[in-house]
């Protein structure tokens, strides 16, 4: 998300952070991207499905780690569980504004026109 190279700017993570989980925690991955599918048929919008499907893998992971999901055998990922989500929810602030005014694109319509931006004097 945020690599020197790039100036400490990249992506919103979403694929990376897929990855990792998938490999420490298969089956909120699995139960995760199965949200992503149905998130994506039904509103066609790929941010939605990122953020509906960081929340479902925190959700999940820590439901799978109950009852003591803190324990000393289960913090780093209790907190991995929680933390990741959240940066990659974060990172779509911009799209979540989109949303919400109505403006966020959706698979399979036109590019919408951008405003160019103003410069200042």
């Known amino acids: 998300m945020f690599p020197c190279y790039l100036k ?4 919103k993570g979403v694929a990376t952070g897929l990855g990792v989980v998938f490999v420490l925690a298969p089956l909120a991955s699995l139960i995760a991207g199965v949200g ?3 998130a994506t048929l039904i509103w066609r919008t ?3 499905s990122s953020i509906l499907a960081a929340a479902m893998f925190c959700i999940v992971e ?3 780690l109950k009852p003591h999901p803190f ?10 569980s ?10 779509h602030r911009s799209n979540i504004v989109r949303i919400f005014q109505g403006s966020e694109e959706a698979i399979g319509e036109p590019p919408r026109e951008k405003k160019p931006k103003e410069q200042s004097p």
Do not use: E, H, K, Q
Request: charged share 10%.
């Open 46 to 48: 790929v941010s939605i």
């Open 62 to 64: 820590l439901c799978l």
């Open 82 to 91: 929680i933390l990741i989500p959240g940066l990659i929810i974060y990172r």
């Open 8 to 11: 400490f700017r990249g992506g």
């Open 36 to 38: 992503f599918g149905l």
């Open 71 to 80: 324990t000393t055998d289960n913090i780093a990922l209790a907190l991995f």
